[in-house]
Every structure is written in C-alpha cells, then in structure tokens.
C-alpha cells in the first residue's frame, strides 16, 4: 500500500443468511484507489457492488478480511470513532436522493451538520460555494418536489460534500436519471474531483458514466477481476 492510498480492500469475503441458507456475496475481493483517483466500480447485477460500496463505507460491518480507508482499517474502529470518520471523510449518494421532502433545498443540503450540531450561520459561506458547484443557488429556497430529479440528486450530492469529505462513494447516482441530467451529474463529479481533489468511487451501468472516470475495476461473482 503506497502512502497515497486512500482506500484499500484485503481479501474480503462476506456472506448473507445463516446455516442451510448461507449467500455468498464477496470473494476475496481486492483491490485499492488512489487518492485523487475517480474509479468505476462495474459489474453484472447481483455481482456485489453495493454489498462492496456498503462495507467500504462503513454502513455494514459483519465481513472478513480487511478494508482501510485513509491508512485506518476501519473494522477495527469502536462504533463512535466509525460513525465520526464516517461523517468527516466520506460523502455518500444513492440511486434514490433521500430528501426530506418539508425542507427546502438549502434546509437538506444542511442537515447533516445541523445535526451534528452546528449553526447555520457557521456554515453560510460553505453554503453559498457548494450551491455555486452545484449550480443550485437560483434554487435554493426550492422544495424538492419543485425539482426535476437531476437537480434532486444535485441536491443530494450538495448534501454529501458540504462537510468536506476526502471520499464520494456513488451507487448508481444516474440510475435514476434521464441521459442528459445523468450527463450533467457526470459532469459535476468530474469537477469536484479536479477542482476539489475529492476522491469518488462510483457503482455504475453506463459506459458513457464510466467514461468520466479515470479508471474501472471490474467485479464478477464478487471477486474483483
Ligand atoms: N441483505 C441481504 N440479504 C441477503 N442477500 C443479499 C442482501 N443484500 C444483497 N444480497 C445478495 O447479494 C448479492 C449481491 O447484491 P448487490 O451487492 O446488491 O449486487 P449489485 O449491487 O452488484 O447488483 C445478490 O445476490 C443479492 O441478492
Ligand atoms: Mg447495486
């Protein structure tokens, strides 16, 4: 592992059910990403991409092997110090956005360190940069059922990079969208990534989302090919 390693997965296998009804998900899959890097995770469906993304991030624990992000092997975290890392360093988006339908664009994009207990007051500035990258602040007193799903999800993504994390891990962020708001999402992505220098690995079908990005690693049958 070279010291530019922001992400390293070690052998990891993971399986679903128990006893007589056991799936197995992950095979001693491997492999790492760069700091700075943007990587396409693709695969068939149901070869484990999303079991793979969830673990990375630290949403699901129960795994063998080992997976460190930022030189830190996160299963051997406390829960709380998991949670913390979790929130400072990576910012995650889905397929579907997750808004809080009774808040405004701005009033979402917030809540995550709203929660965590700071002002909105402290974070006005941050605010107003990440709605300019975003190309949101016309909208930012919109509700989200007055936006198209492009600019949902751009909301979303607003949301995920508000706190400034090191790591976007994507699950099919354009999977929900027409081409040309998937196009536009692209394209964002690929700004954060040059002008911020934020890392993103991304689960994605599309060929022409994959050609955004400056690698692909392929899974087949939970093993990395
Ligand atoms: N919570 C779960 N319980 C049981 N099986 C699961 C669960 N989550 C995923 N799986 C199974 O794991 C396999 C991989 O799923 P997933 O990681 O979602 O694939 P992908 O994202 O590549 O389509 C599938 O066969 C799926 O049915
Ligand atoms: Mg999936």
């Known amino acids: 592992m070279s010291n530019n390693t922001i992400i390293e997965v070690k052998n990891v296998n993971k399986s679903f059910g128990k006893k007589d009804n056991v799936t197995k998900v992950l095979n001693d899959a491997s492999f790492s990403v760069e700091r700075g890097e943007f990587v396409s ?3 068939a469906s149901g070869s484990g991409k999303s079991t793979l993304l969830y673990l ?3 949403l699901d624990r129960e795994f063998e092997g080992s ?3 930022a030189g830190e092997e996160i299963n051997r975290m406390k829960e709380k110090k998991l949670s913390k890392f979790r929130l400072d360093k990576i910012g995650f988006v889905f397929q ?3 808004l809080v339908q ?3 664009v701005e009033d979402n994009i917030l809540l995550p360190l709203t929660v965590k207990g700071k002002k909105k007051s402290e974070l006005k500035k941050e605010l107003d940069e990440i709605l300019r990258l975003t190309g949101l602040t016309e909208k ?3 509700m989200p059922s007055q936006l198209s799903g492009g600019q949902q999800q751009r909301v979303a993504i607003a ?4 706190g400034n994390p090191e790591i976007i891990l994507a699950d099919e962020a354009t999977g929900n969208l027409d081409s040309v708001s998937g196009t536009e999402i692209m394209e964002l992505f690929k700004k954060l990534n040059d002008e911020k220098g934020i890392t ?3 689960v994605t079908h599309s060929e022409k989302c994959a050609s955004y990005s400056s690698r692909i690693v392929k899974i087949e049958n939970g093993h990395i090919a």
């Open 102 to 104: 009774n808040l405004n």
């Open 56 to 58: 990375i991030g630290g």
């Open 41 to 43: 995770l693709m695969g």
């Open 140 to 142: 930012r007193k919109a």
């Open 67 to 69: 997976i460190s992000l």
């Open 200 to 202: 993103i690995l991304q």
């Open 159 to 162: 949301r995920a990079i508000l």
């Open 96 to 98: 579907f956005y997750n």
